[in-house]
């Protein structure tokens, strides 16, 4: 049997072009129907799983709540675990009141007693009373604390050595004789000043401040460089004016 070709070459390009077309458009609408059908699966399995979690979690979360709950004295237990707590922190805050005698000691120059003395540590001020033996002896002490330094070092566990030195700083600042009284027998004086927190901190970045050490001008002589230093403390000073 003899065929013969009727339709023309551009026909023939026609007919494949539309059918490809047509097979291609098939592909693609099967394709986002699998992909729609894949997002919705997914998002119903997630839905389902995550709320499947959060109701464990409540569920572990009441069950432990309620076990909380039936411990007798719960509160009382945890007030204590709270100021147990904070013991190391209120340890780190707290300042080292008696450190002060020793400085006095060290910067109290030779001829001045005081007879009281005023500290307020969440200011940072002190005011000291007392009397000398001229008012020369005051200037000396006044300028003693404008000029005594401090440091902070480090010492080795071991051999007890100097690893670790700061820069020195002013250990008191704002130093004013707020006034002086002169009688036959002394001076009476009242003293102002601020001091560097640090030098009372029971710690200063992590290093134990019983290694604060003051630095004392060599030309004023104190208590602590007499053969035989007199008290500290003497009777109360005289009312001032």
Known sequence: MIQLNLLPDVKQQYIKTKRTRRLITMICLTASAVSL?????????TDVWQQHKINGLTEDIQTQLK?????????????????????????????????????????????VSLSDMQVDFALSSIE?????????TINKFVDTLKFTNYVVYELDTQTKEVINQQDAAKA?????????????SATSF??????????????????DTNRVKL???KVIT????????????????????
């Open 215 to 217: 630095v004392v001008p």
């Open 172 to 184: 008191f600042g704002e130093v004013v004789l707020s006034s002086s009284n002169k009688t036959e």
């Open 37 to 45: 059908a894949a997002t919705a699966l997914l998002f119903t399995t």
């Open 67 to 111: 076990e909380l709950q039936d411990v007798p004295q719960l509160s009382k237990i945890l007030t204590v675990q709270e100021q147990l707590n904070g013991l190391d922190t209120l340890h780190s805050e707290k300042y080292a009141s008696t450190r002060l005698f020793g400085y006095l000691g060290q910067i109290l120059p030779e001829g």
């Open 128 to 136: 000291l009373t007392g009397r000398a033996d001229s008012l020369q």
């Open 222 to 241: 104190t208590r602590s460089e007499t053969e035989n230093p007199s008290a500290i403390f003497d009777a109360p000073a005289e009312e001032t004016k």
């Open 190 to 207: 009242i003293i102002n000043a601020k001091f560097d927190p640090t030098i009372f901190e029971t710690t200063v970045q992590g290093v």
